[in-house]
Each structure stands twice: as structure tokens, then as C-alpha cells.
């Protein structure tokens, strides 16, 4: 059983840095990570692709945070991630997911959802 859990969202002022983090882990299983990736969503829009660790191809950031926001990851697994967000905006304010590319040996390789953290920009 895989299962991504995010954490580090709250409020904070414009201009202002989070952090946030995502992991990925398994119950016993060993297993590998190929993606992380970072998503928001704003209620009433489509979630949208923010910024994309890739095994083979690196860090990617999406054009409407690029420059303000950075993506990496820790460990030699890469099974956790994070997302720096400076300069923060108040159109920024959604609720930001991990989404993780794993593979394990009893599942195979599939995708795997957090369940969110909300992240809101307001003074």
C-alpha cells in the first residue's frame, strides 16, 4: 500500500515564503519513485500542474510560478519532495497536491494522490 502525504500549507501574508512537503511511502514494500509532482486546485477550476520532478529529466516548473517557486527532492529515492513558494500572491491560494509516480513490485507502477494542504495568501 503506497500512500503520499503532504504537509506545510497555512496562511501567510503577500510576499511571503512556504514551504511544503510531500512523501511517499509504502507498508512494507520496497519501492521506487519515478515522478513527484505538484498540483494546485482553486474550488470551481480544474487542478492544474505546477511543478514536476522527474527521475530521468529533473526539475520542471510551470510558467505561472516559474521564478517564484522551486522544486526538489531529498533523499537518493527521491520519495520526498517539496516546494518552495517566495513571493507569494494572493492568486496563489488554492489547495496544492502531490501526485507520485511509484512503482513496487505487488503493484506495478501507478499514480498516487495526497489528500491536499491548503495554502492561503491574504493580509
Known amino acids: 500500500q503506497v500512500q503520499v502525504a503532504e504537509s506545510g500549507g497555512g496562511l501567510v501574508q503577500p510576499g511571503g515564503s512556504l514551504r511544503l512537503s510531500c512523501a511517499a511511502s509504502?507498508?512494507?514494500?520496497?519501492?521506487?519513485?519515478?515522478?513527484m509532482e505538484w498540483y494546485r486546485q482553486v474550488q470551481g477550476k480544474e487542478r492544474e500542474l505546477v511543478a514536476r520532478y522527474t527521475k530521468t529529466g529533473g526539475a520542471a516548473v510551470q510558467d505561472p510560478v516559474r521564478g517564484r517557486f522551486t522544486i526538489s527532492t531529498e533523499g537518493a529515492e527521491n520519495t520526498v519532495v517539496y516546494l518552495q513558494m517566495n513571493d507569494l500572491r494572493p492568486e496563489d491560494t488554492a489547495v496544492y497536491y502531490c501526485r507520485a509516480n511509484v512503482y513496487t513490485f505487488s503493484t506495478g507502477s501507478n499514480y498516487y494522490w495526497g489528500e491536499g494542504t491548503l495554502v492561503t495568501v491574504s493580509s
Open positions: 509504502g507498508s512494507g514494500s520496497r519501492l521506487w519513485v519515478n515522478i
